[in-house]
T-cell receptor, first 114, second 112 residues
């Protein structure tokens, strides 16, 4: 079974530029999550989708971050404009359904904002 | 507000020794407590998990001990191996929800 795929794996941008990350969850998984993992910290949930609807985006900085999951499969996370403090690893995860305990994580995208 | 506190931040253990990582939580609504293992450049992977109605769960060399009254749980890695060198995160789920709250992580190094 293929795991969660993410691209790109690494991205370096200057502050005030925009960037987008892509995630393809495990086939058949209805729930998709985006996490931000700052160096030395645990992952923090940014947004959770159930199919193509948002379940929780309470910790998403909506003035600069946006995410979508068209057709309930792939998802993109965008930052515009980026700030220095956005430097982190952005992890995508999926689970079979809302309420399922086990989440499967992708390898992440390491973003460096200079 | 940090809901799951994890210690120590880093840990060095000799090969064959026991690694112990501790976590404490505040929210009594949590009802599922997983541990994740993360290698450099990889995403976290579920290692072992426990429900609060059980005081201990063992899978191979990995054991979770759970103290509901103290709101604490710990991961024990027996016969630690260099391949166990990774960052370990405890986490907690509230009942009926998907909002996984992670601890701050413990960087484990197992030396030969």
């Amino acid at each position: 079974e293929a795991g969660v795929a993410q691209s790109p794996r690494y991205k370096i941008i200057e502050k005030r530029q925009s960037v987008a990350f892509w995630c393809n969850p495990i086939s058949g998984h209805a729930t998709l999550y985006w996490y931000q993992q700052i160096l030395g910290q645990g992952p923090k949930l940014l947004i959770q989708f159930q199919n193509n609807g948002v379940v929780d985006d309470s910790q998403l900085p909506k003035d600069r971050f946006s995410a979508e999951r068209l057709k309930g499969v792939d998802s993109t996370l965008k930052i515009q404009p980026a700030k220095l403090e956005d430097s982190a690893v952005y992890l995508c995860a999926s689970s079979l359904e809302h309420g399922a305990y086990e989440q499967y994580f992708g390898p992440g995208t390491r973003l460096t904002v200079t | 507000q940090q809901q799951v506190k994890q210690s120590p931040q880093s840990l060095i253990v000799q090969k064959g020794g026991i690694s112990i990582i501790n976590c404490a939580y505040e929210n009594t609504a949590f009802d599922y407590f997983p541990w994740y293992q993360q290698f450099p450049g990889k995403g976290p992977a579920l290692l072992i998990a426990i429900r609060p109605d059980v005081s201990e769960k063992k899978e191979g060399r990995f054991t979770i001990s759970f103290n509901k009254s103290a709101k604490q749980f710990s991961l024990h890695i027996m016969d630690s191996q260099p391949g166990d060198s990774a960052t370990y995160f405890c986490a907690a789920y509230p009942g009926g929800g998907n909002k996984l709250t992670f601890g701050t992580g413990t960087q484990l190094k197992v030396e030969l």
